[in-house]
């Protein structure tokens, strides 16, 4: 069955500190597609990133890096320097392309907060 | 941007009582999600539209219904509304065919509190 794992519920930091989510996933498809969502306070989630299955290429966008690792089924996220701007609840989320439709199941998500 | 805008921030509703959550994206796309969130629970799928007038089930449909009368408008309704149906709402929108392969736009959702 499909499966999202967000083992950490909350974290809190002190700003500037680096700190990474780890999320680990569970899925029988060889292609799936992987993803990474912000909820800051105001509510409205916003995309952060989408991996495929088949790349497995760390990604890097200014202090925000991605480690997908298909050998431990994780794709951990890492703020570097964090600001109190990046105060959020992070979501992972995992979606199959196998069957009629797929699907795409959510972690129950990390909620960080940086203290100035 | 995409916008995908939610007709109502906070609503109380009342026991029994027939409610409608709109939600309207201004981007063309093909599909549309409601999810639910609440605490400890995370982002639960309740219906997704792929088309104007079809609707297909999520994770959790007992108690909603659907409606997509137009392309860029989908429509939550609680049939009759129950406390347990208390909870922050979710639309989202999403371009194209891969259902759930691109990435979501997001309203800022309806925090919703049944008595």
């Known amino acids: 069955a499909q499966k999202v794992t967000q083992a950490q519920t909350e974290i809190s930091v002190v700003e500037k500190e680096d700190v990474t989510l780890d999320c680990v996933y569970e899925?029988?498809?060889?292609?799936?597609?992987l993803f990474w969502y912000k909820q800051p306070p105001s509510g409205e989630l916003v995309f952060l990133i989408r991996r495929n299955s088949f790349d497995e290429q760390n990604e890097i966008s200014g202090r925000y890096s991605w480690n997908f690792q298909k050998s431990t089924s994780s794709f951990n996220f890492t703020i570097t320097a964090s600001q109190v701007v990046d105060s959020a609840v992070y979501f992972c989320a995992l979606s199959e392309v196998g069957g009629s439709q797929g699907n795409l199941i959510f972690g129950k998500g990390t909620k960080l907060s940086v203290k100035p | 941007d995409v916008k995908v805008t939610q007709s109502s921030r906070y609503l109380v509703k009342r026991t029994g009582e027939k409610v409608f959550l709109e939600c309207v994206q201004d981007?063309?796309?093909?599909?549309m999600f409601w999810y639910r969130q609440d605490p400890g629970l995370g982002l639960r799928l309740i219906y997704f539209s792929y088309d104007v007038k079809m609707k297909e089930k999520g994770d959790i449909p007992e108690g909603y219904s659907v409606s997509r009368e137009k392309k860029e408008r989908f429509s939550l309704i609680l049939e009759s509304a129950s406390t347990n149906q208390t909870s922050m709402y979710l639309c989202a929108s999403s371009p194209g065919q891969g259902l759930f392969r691109a990435p979501l736009h997001f309203g800022n959702g309806t925090r919703l509190t049944v008595t």
């Open positions: 899925t029988r498809d060889t292609t799936y597609y």
């Open positions: 981007m063309d796309h093909e599909n």
